[in-house]
C-alpha cells in the first residue's frame, strides 16, 4: 500500500519565537521574505523557513532509529560518512555511480533516509515528503493559507512582533565573585633581593597581555532580539509522496520524538520558540482527519499509533537482524 496526501498544521507560539534573518550589531532580526500580497501587491512578511522544521524533524527522527535499534538505556554509535547521511542527508562526491538496487536496498533498510532523501557518493537519493514553509497566519497571508483560517479581521505580521532586550553582565567585575578569580603574580623575589621576571613569568606577563586585549572586548553589553510575540500562530504543510505504511511510520515517529522537546527557533534555552502544534491528515482520496495534537506531548490519533507501531515493530525485528550482522549496515552505506 502506497500513502500519499498531505499533512496540514497550525503551530501555536506558547513564548515568543526567535528566527534570525538579519545581524546588525548586537541587534538580531526576524527573517523576512518579498511574496505578492492578496491585492496583488509585492509585500514583505516574516516566514519560518520549511527546511529549519525539516531539519528539526530529521534530527528527531534519526536520534529516535538509533535509539530505538540500541534498546533500553544504550545507544547506538555510527561512523561519521553515516552519522552525516542520517541526521544531515549526507553529501555529493567520490567514486561511487548511481546503483538503483543499491538505493532500493537503503530505502529498505534506513526508512528515515528514505522519507527525507540523502547524498551517497555520486548518487542523489530523493525524498518522500515536501516541507513546505511556515506561514503566520495574517493578513499579508491570507490566501496561502487554507480558507478556514481565514478571516476579515486578519492583523498584519508586523503587529504579532516586538523586541525583547537582555544584559550580558560581565561578573568578573562583581566584587562578591572576585575571590573566584585567579590573580596571576608575575614578580618573585631574586637571590639579590630585587623582583625579577622568570622565563615562566615572562610568559604569563605576555599571556596577561592577551587576557587584557580579551577583557578591552566588551562582556557587558545589551542586546536586543526581534521576536514573534507569544500567541502568534503559523501554518504549514507537509506533502507525503508515495510513502510506503513503515516510511509513513517513520514519519510520525519523527514528530512524536520531537514532541518531547516542542521547541523551534533560537534562544530555547531561555524558553523562546515553545509550541503547541496540531497537524490534520488529509489523504489524497479522502476526507480530512486528525492527526497528532502537541501540548508538552503528543497525542497521536488512531491512524498515526498504528503507523509508529508498524513502524516499532519493523525496527525491532531488525534490531534483531543487526546483532548478527553488525557491520552489514554499515557495509551497505560505506
Known sequence: MRINGRLEGVYTLMSPLSHIGESVGPDSFLQTQEIIGPDGRPTETFIYNGNALRGMFRDAG???????????????QIPLDMFYLIFSGGAIGGKQKIDIDQARKIRQAIPIISIFGGGVGNQILPGKMNM???????DECQHFIPEAYRKPDLISWKQMTAERSFSRVDDAKNENLRSYLRDDSLMIAGADGQMKLTDGAKEQKKDKKKKKDKEDSPQQMRYTIEV????????????????SEIEFGALVSCIDQWAKKPYIGGQSRI????????????PADGEKEDFIDVQDDAALSKKAQDAKALYDQYLDQYSGYLEEHKDKL???IG
Open 62 to 76: 534519526a536520534e529516535y532509529f538509533l535509539s530505538r535499534l540500541a534498546g533500553k538505556d544504550s545507544f547506538l
Open 132 to 138: 513546505n514553509d511556515g506561514y503566520p497566519i495574517c
Open 228 to 243: 514573534l510575540q507569544a500567541g502568534s500562530q503559523l501554518w504549514n504543510r507537509i506533502d507525503i509522496i508515495d510513502m
Open 271 to 282: 524558553g523562546m520558540g515553545r509550541v503547541h502544534v496540531h497537524y490534520d491528515w488529509i
Open 330 to 332: 554499515v557495509e551497505l
